[in-house]
C-alpha cells in the first residue's frame, strides 16, 4: 500500500525551548485508519498541526499526497480535512451556511447535493437552519466533521473524536468514520481511548515525548507484545508458595485463595502445562481457572512507562 | 489564485454586516447624523462660512472620513480578531489558500462597508446641507484608497490584539483623537502656526484635506501631497502585513 503522508525527520521546537516534537519519522498508508496515541503533551496535537499547516515546522519534511507542505502547500492542503479537538465553531452561523463556508475555503464549486449528503450521513439535516449556538456538543462535534468532510478530503484527520462525547454518540461516530474508510478516504485520529484505537484502527502509532515510540499493525501488535494471565482460583487457602513453584513468579492473590500466572505468548513455551503438573505434585488442587489477554491499554502504559 | 476561497471569507464576513445591521450602518448614519444636527446647526450657525463654503457643508467630508476610517479599523480588526478568539482561525490556516488571498477576503469585505457607510453618510448629509462634489472620481478614488488603507491597518490590530481590550484601544486612543485632530470640523489654516505645524505630523490631515479638495476644490495641503501620503500608509500596511505572514506572527506557532 502507498504511503499518503510522509513525515521525514520532523522536528518542533517552540519558541520558549520545549521541543514538542523530536525526528519524528512517520508514514501513513493510503486507505488505512491510522491511530495516534500518547499522552497529553505527547506531541500528537503538535505533529496534526505540522501536517495540516497550522504550524510550522523547525526541521524536517511533510509530503501529502507527493506534495510538499511548504512548498507545494495548496495541492497538499486541498487533500486534508481536519477535524480539530477543541470545539471551534461561529457562534451565529447556520449549519449548512458554515458548512458550505468551508467548502468554498477549500476552493471547491458549490455542491449542495454533496453537503446534503454529509449533513444527511452526520444526522445533521434537520438541524441545516439552527444557528451553531443552538446544538449541543455532540452536535457541535458532528458539525466540525461536516465543515471537514464539505470538500470532500482523500485524508481526514480527527483529533480527538470522541473527547467528551456519550458513548453511543462515539460508536455512532465509529460508523461514520468505517463508512468513511470503506470510501477510500485515509483517517488518522489521535485519541485517549485505547478502546477506541482497539475498535478502529488498522495500524498504530504510540508517541511520547515529542519521539514516536512504536508503529504497528494492530493485530501484529496485540500479538507482539499482549501477554496473557491465568487465574487458578484454589480449594483451600494458602500461606505460601511452595519452594518447588518458586521459578514461576507465581502470585498468591485473594488472601492466598487465588494464585495468578502470566505468561508471554510471543514465548514458544508458555509453562502452563509443567505448571500444572508441579501443582499437582505439589498437592495444589483448584476449582476454576480463567485466563485474560492484555489490553491494547495496558501496552500502552507499558510503552509509555519504559519509553 | 482561489477565487472561491476570496469569495467565500467576502461573502462570509458580508453576511455579518447584514446580521447586525444596526451596528454595522444605523449606529454610524445615526451618530453622523446628531453630528450635523450639533456641529452643522447649533454651533455651525454661529459660525460664518469657511473659505467660502457654509460651515454644516464644509464638514462633511471630514465627518464621512471619521466614520470611514473608524468603520474600517472596527470592521478589519474585528474580522480577523474573532476567528482569533473563537478558534475558526484554524480552518483558515489549514485552507488551501494564500496570504494575499486571506487579506483579499477580509479587507476587502471590511473596506466594503466601510465605503458603503461612507456613501449613505454622504447621503444623509444631503439631507442637511446643500452639497456638491468638484470631483466625484477623485472623491470616489479617496474614498476607496482609505477604506481600504485602514482596513489594513485595521487587519493588522486583529492579527496584534490578544484581548478585546488592545482591539479598542488603538481606535480609541490613536485613532479617534488623531481624526478629530485632523481637521474634521475646522481647517487647519484656523489653527495657530506652531499647532498647524504639529498638525502637519497627523497622518489624517492629508486624508481629510484631499477628500475635502475633491468636494470644495480647498484643501490645506495640495491634492498629490495627499494621495503621497494615504499610499505610503497603505505601502507601511503592506510591509507589516507581509511581515506577519511570513513570520506567522501571533497565528502560527
Known amino acids: 500500500m502507498s504511503s499518503i503522508i510522509s513525515v521525514a525527520n520532523l522536528s518542533k521546537t517552540y519558541g520558549s525551548g520545549f521541543k514538542a516534537l523530536k525526528n519524528v519519522n512517520l508514514d501513513?498508508?493510503?486507505?488505512?485508519?491510522?491511530?495516534?496515541?500518547?499522552?497529553?503533551?505527547?506531541?500528537?496535537?503538535?505533529?496534526?498541526?505540522?501536517?495540516?499547516?497550522?504550524?510550522?515546522?523547525?526541521?524536517?519534511?511533510?509530503?501529502?499526497?507527493?506534495?510538499?507542505?511548504?512548498?507545494?502547500?495548496?495541492?497538499a492542503r486541498s487533500l486534508i480535512g481536519l477535524v480539530p479537538q477543541e470545539l471551534h465553531t461561529d457562534a451565529f452561523e447556520s449549519v449548512w451556511a458554515?458548512?458550505?463556508?468551508?467548502?468554498?475555503?477549500?476552493?471547491?464549486?458549490?455542491?449542495?447535493?454533496?453537503?446534503?449528503?454529509?449533513?444527511?450521513?452526520?444526522?445533521?439535516?434537520?438541524?441545516?437552519?439552527?444557528?451553531?449556538?443552538?446544538?449541543s456538543g455532540g452536535m457541535k462535534r458532528r458539525v466540525m466533521i461536516a465543515k471537514a468532510l464539505s470538500h470532500e478530503p482523500q485524508i481526514l484527520f480527527l483529533d480527538e473524536p470522541t473527547a467528551g462525547v456519550d458513548v453511543e454518540l462515539r460508536k455512532g461516530m465509529w460508523e461514520v468514520v468505517r463508512t468513511l474508510q470503506q470510501s477510500g478516504v485515509t483517517i488518522i485520529l489521535t485519541t485517549h481511548y485505547i478502546e477506541e484505537a482497539e475498535e478502529m484502527a488498522d495500524r498504530i502509532g504510540v508517541i511520547n515525548k515529542g519521539e514516536i515510540v512504536l508503529i504497528e499493525d494492530k493485530?501484529?501488535?496485540?500479538q507482539k507484545l499482549g501477554k496473557k494471565r491465568l487465574t487458578l482460583h484454589l480449594q483451600g487457602k494458602l500461606d505460601a508458595l511452595p519452594e518447588s513453584l518458586g521459578h514461576y513468579e507465581l502470585?498468591?492473590?485473594?488472601?492466598?485463595?487465588?494464585?495468578?500466572?502470566?505468561?508471554?505468548?510471543?514465548?514458544?513455551?508458555?509453562?502452563?502445562?509443567?505448571?500444572?503438573?508441579?501443582?499437582?505434585?505439589?498437592?495444589?488442587?483448584?476449582?476454576d481457572l480463567d485466563t485474560t489477554q492484555s489490553s491494547l491499554e495496558d501496552i500502552f502504559v507499558d510503552l509509555v512507562r519504559t519509553s | 489564485m482561489n477565487h472561491r476561497a476570496i469569495r467565500a471569507i467576502y461573502l462570509f464576513e458580508m453576511a455579518r454586516t447584514w446580521r447586525t445591521l444596526l451596528q454595522s450602518i444605523v449606529s454610524p448614519v445615526v451618530s453622523t447624523s446628531l453630528y450635523f444636527v450639533v456641529f452643522g446647526a447649533a454651533i455651525g450657525s454661529r459660525i460664518s462660512q469657511v473659505e467660502g463654503v457654509s460651515y454644516g457643508t464644509f464638514i462633511v467630508p471630514g465627518l464621512i472620513m471619521l466614520s470611514v476610517l473608524t468603520q474600517s479599523i472596527a470592521n478589519a480588526s474585528f474580522g480577523i480578531y474573532f476567528p482569533k478568539f473563537t478558534g475558526t482561525i484554524y480552518e483558515i490556516l489549514s485552507a488551501p489558500i494564500s496570504y494575499f488571498e486571506i487579506v483579499?477576503?477580509?479587507?476587502?469585505?471590511?473596506?466594503?462597508?466601510?465605503?458603503?457607510?461612507?456613501?449613505?453618510?454622504?447621503?444623509?448629509?444631503?439631507?442637511?446641507?446643500?452639497?456638491?462634489?468638484?470631483?466625484?472620481?477623485?472623491?470616489?478614488?479617496?474614498?476607496?484608497?482609505?477604506?481600504?488603507?485602514?482596513?489594513?491597518?485595521?487587519?493588522?490590530?486583529?492579527?496584534?490584539?490578544?484581548?478585546?481590550?488592545?482591539?479598542?484601544?488603538?481606535?480609541?486612543?490613536?485613532?479617534?483623537?488623531?481624526?478629530?485632530?485632523?481637521?474634521?470640523?475646522?481647517?487647519?489654516?484656523?489653527?495657530?502656526?506652531?499647532?498647524?505645524?504639529?498638525?502637519?505630523?497627523?497622518?489624517?490631515?492629508?486624508?481629510?484635506?484631499?477628500?475635502r479638495w475633491s468636494f470644495y476644490e480647498i484643501a490645506d495641503v495640495s491634492m498629490s501631497v495627499s494621495v503621497g501620503m494615504t499610499l505610503a500608509f497603505l505601502v507601511i500596511c503592506l510591509v507589516v502585513i507581509w511581515w506577519i505572514f511570513r513570520t506567522g506572527y501571533r497565528l502560527k506557532n
Request: proline residues 5%; aromatic residues 10%.
Open chain 1, 28 to 75: 501513513i498508508k493510503r486507505g488505512e485508519i491510522f491511530a495516534l496515541l500518547g499522552p497529553n503533551g505527547a506531541g500528537k496535537t503538535t505533529l496534526i498541526s505540522i501536517i495540516c499547516g497550522i504550524a510550522n515546522p523547525s526541521e524536517g519534511k511533510v509530503l501529502v499526497g507527493g506534495e510538499n507542505i511548504q512548498t507545494s502547500y495548496r495541492k
Open chain 1, 98 to 135: 458554515t458548512v458550505s463556508f468551508s467548502r468554498g475555503l477549500f476552493g471547491k464549486p458549490k455542491n449542495p447535493d454533496h453537503i446534503e449528503k454529509v449533513l444527511k450521513d452526520l444526522s445533521l439535516w434537520d438541524k441545516k437552519d439552527n444557528k451553531i449556538i443552538t446544538l
Open chain 1, 219 to 222: 493485530a501484529t501488535l496485540m
Open chain 1, 251 to 287: 502470585e498468591l492473590c485473594d488472601a492466598g485463595a487465588t494464585l495468578v500466572y502470566d505468561y508471554d505468548t510471543k514465548g514458544e513455551r508458555t509453562g502452563i502445562t509443567s505448571l500444572l503438573g508441579d501443582l499437582r505434585t505439589a498437592g495444589i488442587r483448584f476449582n
Open chain 2, 104 to 211: 483579499l477576503g477580509y479587507v476587502g469585505a471590511a473596506a466594503t462597508k466601510s465605503i458603503i457607510l461612507g456613501l449613505i453618510i454622504l447621503a444623509t448629509a444631503g439631507l442637511f446641507v446643500p452639497l456638491h462634489i468638484h470631483h466625484p472620481v477623485w472623491m470616489l478614488a479617496f474614498l476607496v484608497l482609505t477604506a481600504v488603507t485602514f482596513s489594513l491597518f485595521g487587519f493588522i490590530i486583529g492579527i496584534w490584539a490578544d484581548g478585546f481590550e488592545k482591539l479598542q484601544m488603538i481606535p480609541m486612543l490613536v485613532v479617534t483623537p488623531l481624526t478629530f485632530l485632523g481637521g474634521s470640523f475646522y481647517s487647519i489654516d484656523m489653527l495657530p502656526p506652531t499647532w498647524r505645524t504639529v498638525a502637519m505630523l497627523n497622518p489624517v490631515v492629508y486624508l481629510i484635506s484631499g477628500f
